[in-house]
């Protein structure tokens, strides 16, 4: 069974087996999680990133999808990077951000990861409502398989925390 945690902080401050990235296709670093985690975890992230890019993603990490790499000083084993869709005038497509969480779940299902810290994918930069990034959120977690055994839902802002803290706390039909 997997446990579901909600804590406000930096997510580069957690301790995981995983830590994700909300990164960007380019895979090359940005702003908000992705420039946190590149400073916080030195160069070792960034090089692996580049050896993705080269390898297996030259035009890009396709939205919705993951991908794993060292972790370098963050206290972490992996990253996962993953690339949220962004919330345009005509809204955003749910299942490539439900995608985002199912897909990380599942690299790290084959890492043999049991913690995952997530942060709130495509809620900064990228634009997303709060309230539905949460509910997509929690219920693709609750309804995917998975052998990680704990998922940390890593909230920066208080109004954040609050917003999944409900979400993962709400009574639910049928208990
Ligand atoms: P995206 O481009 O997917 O929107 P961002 O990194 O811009 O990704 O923001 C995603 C969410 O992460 C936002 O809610 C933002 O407030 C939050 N955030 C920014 N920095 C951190 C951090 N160091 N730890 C945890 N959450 C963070």
Not at 108 to 121: H, M
Not at 130 to 147: C, G
């Amino acid at each position: 069974m997997t446990v579901i945690t909600v804590v406000q902080g930096d997510i580069t401050d957690q301790h995981a087996d995983v830590i994700v990235n909300a990164a960007n296709s380019s895979l090359l670093g940005g702003g908000g999680v992705d420039g946190a985690i590149h400073r916080r975890g030195g160069p070792e992230i960034l090089d692996a990133c580049r050896a993705l890019r080269a390898s297996r993603y030259g035009k890009g990490l396709p939205t919705g999808q993951a991908v794993a790499t060292v972790a370098g000083r963050l206290a972490a084993r992996w990253v996962v990077h993953t690339v949220g869709p962004v919330w345009n005038a005509s809204g955003g497509d749910p299942a490539l951000l439900a995608s985002c969480y199912r897909e990380s779940l599942r690299v790290a299902d084959d890492l043999g990861a049991r913690t995952v810290a997530f942060p709130a994918i495509s809620t900064g930069a990228y634009g997303w409502p709060l309230e539905d990034a949460a509910r997509i959120a929690v219920e693709t977690v609750r309804s995917t398989e998975t052998a990680v055994a704990e998922v940390r839902f890593v909230l920066f802002d208080e109004a954040a925390f609050t917003v999944f803290a409900e979400r993962v706390h709400a009574p639910r039909p049928g208990g």
